[in-house]
């Protein structure tokens, strides 16, 4: 596959636009939405999220936020880490190495990694290095967080 470049996503309507052509398209991008029509945010401003093109074809995007570690309830030591979600890769696009590369992209900040996968991806994060988080928080009711440290120490114990 030839050098596939990961890019911070501009919150426009042309990038609000593709992104409805994904399953995960919700709350998150129908109010940034919102925000651009009242003029909140101004159009072409940084988003949380990045994604990979391929021509001119938004085809794999995540949301990637960073959390303090005074709200660390998964990493001991406590820790900043990153929050990753709505990874997704559209269909035609899958089993070409987008999504390994967007996880790869988010372990190079160097932080420890949170995320709650959607149903029947957990052998892709397996695979990616992720953990199950066996330090659950009553936040967490109802999902399944795997976590990746990149110096392999995890969680409280």
Do not use: C
């Not at 109010?31 to 909140?40: A, H, K, P, Q, W």
């Amino acid at each position: 596959m030839e050098s596939v470049k990961v890019e911070r996503l501009l919150v426009n309507y042309k990038t609000l636009e593709k992104f409805k052509k994904f399953k995960e398209y919700g709350n998150q991008e129908l109010s940034m939405l919102e925000d651009l029509e009242s003029n909140i945010i101004e159009n072409d401003s940084e988003s949380p999220f990045y994604g990979i093109y391929f021509g001119n074809a938004l085809v794999a995007r995540m949301s990637l936020y960073k959390v303090s570690a005074k709200y660390n309830q998964y990493f001991d030591p406590s820790q900043d880490y990153l929050e990753l979600w709505k990874l997704e890769v559209l269909p035609d696009y899958r089993d070409k190495g987008f999504g390994k590369t967007l996880v790869d992209f988010a372990k190079s900040f160097r932080l420890a990694i949170k995320t709650n996968p959607r149903v029947n991806s957990h052998d892709f994060w397996k695979k990616m290095g992720f953990e199950k988080a066996k330090y659950q928080v009553e936040r967490d009711l109802g999902e399944n967080p795997l976590i990746w440290s990149p110096d392999g120490i995890y969680e409280q114990t």
